[in-house]
């Protein structure tokens, strides 16, 4: 099966002890990913590369990508990482309404609202495939987000049952305690957030990267299937 294309958006703001991003808990009866807590996103769609988009984006490459995961930040959580101007709050969640009923494409949206996220800070910093062999598989880019102040508030859809904020470190130690149930991919950007001690300095260190396709695979030992990403120990051996 062919995987495919999708984005998904790390939404970061400043804490006082780093930096705190959104997670979203997928329901348990999911097709995919069932019960995980995960960034928000989801696959990319023909509209995502329309030409209303070429000057109401940041430049971070991977256009088409970067509009999903802003497309699906708005649709998850009512987010808009942009100037709202004159838009007022019912005129914003009518649009989503419409947008979530697939009666709207998001570039009527950006258009109709005069949308422009060209001025959000975001970082295209990784790309990671889910494993051969899989009932459902997704090329995934990810995108990180800095916002100036959290939100006040996450406004969900059916598709996630709770939301929360935290940090790199204490989402890890609800992992490692089997707390926070997270699909590999999520855990491992969890990982190298935790080595930035700012949204600053993520941004920063993020926003330059080479981004490679990191196809995972899954190894099999003693303690049973084990998934691997390029440069863990086995990984060249598995196929």
């Known amino acids: 099966m062919i995987p495919r294309p999708a984005a998904t958006v790390v939404v970061a703001t400043q804490a006082r002890t780093g ?18 807590w995960a960034f928000p996103g989801g696959a990319i769609d023909a509209d995502d590369a329309h030409a209303t988009w070429a000057d109401r984006l940041p430049g971070v490459g991977e256009s088409a990508a970067c509009v999903a995961a802003l497309r699906e930040l708005f649709e998850e959580t009512g987010i808009v990482p942009a100037p709202r101007g004159r838009v007022g709050s019912d005129a914003l969640a009518g649009a989503r309404r419409a947008l979530l009923a697939e009666s709207i494409p998001f570039s009527q949206v ?31 880019r990810f995108f990180l987000l800095s916002l100036e102040e959290r939100p006040r508030r996450v406004r969900l859809t059916p598709e996630h049952e709770a ?43 993020l926003s330059d990267v080479q981004v490679e396709p990191a196809l995972v695979r899954l190894g099999v030992g003693e303690d049973g299937v084990t998934p691997l990403a390029p440069g863990d120990p086995g990984y060249d051996e598995v196929r």
């Open 163 to 205: 939301a929360i904020w935290t940090t790199p470190t204490a989402a890890l130690r609800r992992f490692s305690a089997g707390r926070l149930p997270m699909m590999f991919p999520t855990a491992r950007t969890i990982e190298r957030l935790a080595g930035f001690r700012s949204v600053e300095e993520a941004m920063a260190a």
């Open 110 to 140: 950006a258009e109709r609202l005069e949308l422009d996220f060209s001025s959000a800070r975001m970082a295209y910093f990784a790309r990671w495939i889910t494993p051969r062999g899989a009932a459902l598989r997704f090329d995934t």
């Open 19 to 36: 930096l705190d991003f959104l997670l979203l808990q997928r329901p348990a009866d999911a097709r995919f990913g069932a019960g995980a």
